[in-house]
Every structure is written in C-alpha cells, then in structure tokens.
C-alpha cells in the first residue's frame, strides 16, 4: 500500500505545471489611504469608473421594447432600454430640463419616461417629445432639440456594457484577449438562476484585492481542496495590459493540501456518475479523474446540448477559469455554470461598496430525464435550483448568506477595512502569487494620473 501510495505520490507532483505570462513591478505602494480616502474615492469615481466599459445589467432582464432596468455606481445612475428594433441604449438617468432623477425604480417596461417634476415626457429612444407650456422658451421650443443624455451600450455574452465616457475604445478593444476566451463559452444559453446585491463594510477594492490573488484560499477555504488543486505552483496566470487577467485553477483534483488526495470524495463522485463513469474505477486514485472526466465530457458534451464543449480545451472542460475584469467585476467559468462578482463605489463612502453576487447556468438536453437528473434541478451558489430567471434580492449585509465561500470572502475583506485605518499597517507586502493584486493597484494609478 505504501508503495502505490508512494507511486500516486510521484505521478502527481510530476504532472505539476503552473505558469505566469507576465510580472508586474510595483509602481505604487499599496497603502491603507487607497481605501479610506474621500478624496482618493473621487478621484477614482472621475478618473477611472466614468472611463471603463460597466456591466449594467442581463440581457434576459429586458426582453422587450420599452423593458427597462437602472443601475447605479457611486452616485451615477445609468437607464438601459430595450429599443423597438430589439437594440438596447444607455442614458444619464437624470432629466437635462433641471437634473431631477428621471426613473427611481430598478426596472419596468415603458412606452415613455415621464418627469416628476415638470412633466417633459422622453420616448424610448431617449428623444424629448412633450414639454409643458412648450412655446414659453425663448430658445425654443425643447422638443426634438433637448434629449436625454446617451452613452455607448454594446451587449455581449448577454451582458449589458455601458461606458460613461462618449469617446471610449469600443468594448472588444476594452476587453481585449479575455474576449477570446469568453467567445468559447455559451453565456447566450444561460439564464441566471441566483441574484443578490448587498452594501457591505469595505472598500470595493478588498475585495477585488482578495478575487486577485489565491494566497488566501488555504486559510480562508479550506472546503475547496478536495475539489481544486490551491497550490500556486500547480496554477496558470495570465495578466494583461488592459488590467485584467485570469487564473486557471485545476478541478476535480484535490489538492496536495488534502489528506485524501487520493481518495474518492462526494463531490468528484457526483461528477463521476452525472457523466456516466464508475467511481469505483478511480478508489485511490482521484486524481485520475480529471482527465477521464474531460474525455467524458468531449465524448458525451454535444449530445447533452453542450455544443459549446467542442470548443473547448480539454482544461475547460472540468477546471476554474477565473477573469477578473477591470476594474470591479470577477467572472468565473466552469464548463456548465458562470459565476459573476463585482463591486463598485458606494455614493458617498469609501468604507462602503455595492456587492454583486450573480450565477448563471446552463441545462442539458437530457436534463428533464429524471433517469439523469432526479431533482429537475441545476446549481447555484447555495444549493439546486429551477433553471429559470430570478429576479434581485437585496441582502442585509450579516443578516443572510451570499454563498459559503462568499461569506468567507466579505468577511475577511470586512476585517481588513479595520486594519486600514491602523497606524500599524506600512503598505502591502506581496508574494509573488500576490503579483495580480500589484497589477490591480498599477492599473488604477494608470488611470488617475492620465490627462
């Protein structure tokens, strides 16, 4: 026995392969004022927010013409509409007569937009087409010549983008080579099964500090190492000029870190048997499931309605690609779900942030078999859900979950904002598997001292 675990032993550190495309050199020191700061906040919200391509929304949340949803970042609020040729526009959701906020709810369907102060009635496309008392201004009269304030809208990958800024690069050209890989996916089939938003204690750069770096995945998720292989030298960075970059976290391989590394767990068991293979095959030897796994999914994926696994490398197939889009949005893929988490600035309070927390699934063909899926039922964060769109729920943060490894994460982001203030904390001090979160930080003062 010692022997065939010794031999198991040697297999798999031999088949180790962790990579890094690029170092960033620290350009800025990553001190606690980034996240306390009014003034630093402003800056941000000026400089960098009002020049990114945003996620404003999902594309299935707006089917129809006059559908529309609002989003808000920092004290910006951003009107999406479906047009009557099915394209969708963006606007300053604030009325050019005298600013009033044009639309105060999250989303609805409507023929027009309708002031509450003055009356002055906007069509969907944005044009103004009613004003009271219109023959009354010595300029002329506003209709026609008065609208609603556009901004560039692209949707892709169902997601709704907007930038605030009139003369941005187009959004291909914003996200870069991570459009590569997103093209292999099906986000188009998707629908998003969980949805929930938070204001929580902490700047929203902890957070996307933590989503930057996976040092903290021993310490912080232990649950997760029976699944994914934690150990940097056995993961794939990739990092990018535009600021983004991805991690390639091998799955369906427990981790070195597991005292059965070996061993047949529940999760890789249930992954085994949805996909017709017999766990007994692999006892003391999980670590060969991951390739049987991929050959699996290759050989089945397109005649359970995953046409999209054709295009896929083998890794994509069972492993975590992990994007983090600059500046505030992660997206994880795995072969069948997308995760998505961001968070953005609060309107007034660099101690706060707006939290996202979004799945996205898609369903077999067979699905419906209840010979292959007894519940009927596809996963979210939290447990097996319906396959069908939900709508967003507003958390109290501490009050309900966000998912287990989430919570994990708010929680330490929430105990670093503390330490942030203290006198005590110099500047960040980071390893080398750190080196995405010195990007991050680069990336930002990029940004702030451009002309």
Avoid at 430 to 448: A, K, P, T
Wanted: hydrophobic letters at 30%.
């Amino acid at each position: 026995m010692t022997n065939f675990k010794e031999k198991n032993l040697i297999e798999r550190a031999n088949s180790v392969s962790g990579s890094a495309n690029k170092i960033f050199q620290e350009e800025v020191k990553i001190t606690g004022d980034r996240y306390t700061s009014i003034d630093f906040m402003e800056k941000e919200m000026d400089k960098m927010w009002a020049k990114v391509w945003n996620i404003g929304g999902w594309c299935n949340e707006i089917p129809e013409p006059g559908d529309y949803i609002t989003h808000e970042i920092g004290r910006e609020s951003i009107l999406m509409v479906r047009q009557e040729d099915k394209s969708i526009k963006a606007f300053h959701n604030v009325c050019p007569h005298r600013g009033n906020r044009l639309v105060h709810s999250d989303n609805g369907s409507a023929a027009d937009f309708t002031c509450t102060y003055h009356g002055w009635k906007f069509n969907q496309s944005g044009t103004l087409i009613y004003a009271q008392d219109e023959e009354d201004f010595p300029q002329g009269n506003p209709c026609g010549k008065i609208n609603l304030s556009e901004i560039p809208c692209e949707v892709y990958g169902s997601l709704i983008w907007y930038n605030m800024d009139e003369n941005c690069f187009p959004l291909s050209g914003f996200l870069g080579e991570v459009k590569n890989y997103f093209d292999m996916h099906d986000l188009d089939g998707m629908k998003r099964v969980y949805y929930k938003v938070c204001e929580v204690p902490f700047n929203w750069k902890a957070l996307r500090d933590n989503f930057n770096e996976s040092y903290h995945l021993p310490m912080t998720h232990p649950q997760i190492i029976d699944y994914f292989d934690d150990d940097y030298k056995n993961t794939d960075f990739e990092l990018f000029d535009t600021g983004h970059n991805l991690m390639k976290m091998k799955g369906c391989l427990p981790s070195l870190r597991d005292k059965g590394t070996f061993e047949i767990n529940e999760k890789i068991e249930a992954d085994l048997i949805n996909w017709n293979l017999d766990p007994k095959d692999f006892e003391g030897k999980a670590h060969k499931a991951r390739e049987a796994l991929q050959k699996q999914k290759r050989k089945l994926g397109s005649k359970r309605g995953f046409d999209h696994f054709e295009r896929m490398p083998d890794a994509w197939l069972t492993d975590a690609f992990h994007f983090n889009i600059f500046p505030g949005t992660s997206i994880t893929f795995t072969a069948e779900v997308v995760s998505l988490q961001r968070t953005e600035p609060h309107p007034t309070d660099p101690n706060k942030s707006i939290y996202d927390h979004w799945q996205m699934a898609l369903k077999a063909n067979d699905s419906d078999d209840p010979e292959t899926n007894p519940t009927m039922l596809v996963a979210s964060p939290e447990d097996m859900v319906e396959w069908k769109e939900v709508e967003k729920k507003v958390v109290i943060f501490g009050e309900e979950t966000l998912s287990e490894v989430a919570d994990q994460d708010l929680d330490r982001s929430s105990a670093q904002q503390l330490g942030f203030h203290s006198r005590g904390f110099k500047g960040a001090y980071l390893s080398g598997q750190e080196n995405r979160v010195q990007q991050f930080h680069n990336i930002i003062d990029r940004y702030l001292n451009s002309e």
